[in-house]
């Protein structure tokens, strides 16, 4: 089993920065690939961007292409995702999930394990 844990989430205005982490515990390692999704209210919740085990591999929604980064730091267990520009209808909770293989993926019900989300409230 692995425990993930979000943190990094505030409000910010528009045009501002935030970075998120997802920290993993328990049988933790390198050989995981790492997503992070979002839910707005009354919406459902949508794919943002992922990596694969080592890193070397990362894969973005096209509304967050060019202005969020995951990264990971694998010595740390912990996901990053840093989020510039941001706009209002970035507003959602950010879930990190991991899944036991090591390919990058897009699709929610291929995620095994789960945080509990962390708030991003965007301005105008």
């Known amino acids: 089993q692995v425990q993930l844990g979000e943190s990094g989430g505030g409000l910010v205005q528009a045009g501002d920065s935030l970075r998120l982490s997802c920290g993993a515990s328990?049988?933790?390692?390198?050989?995981?690939?790492v997503g992070w999704f979002r839910q707005a209210p009354g919406k459902e919740r949508e794919f943002v961007a992922s990596?694969?085990?080592?890193?070397?591999?990362?894969v973005y929604a096209d509304s967050v292409k060019g202005r969020f980064t995951i990264s990971r730091d694998n010595a740390k267990n912990t996901v990053y995702l840093q989020m510039n520009s941001l706009k209002p209808e970035d507003t959602a909770v950010y879930y990190c999930a991991a899944r036991n293989t090591l390919a990058v993926g897009t699709i929610r019900s291929l995620y095994n394990y789960w945080g509990q989300g962390t708030q991003v409230t965007v301005s105008s």
């Open positions: 328990g049988r933790t390692g390198s050989m995981y690939a």
């Open positions: 990596i694969n085990y080592n890193g070397v591999i990362t």
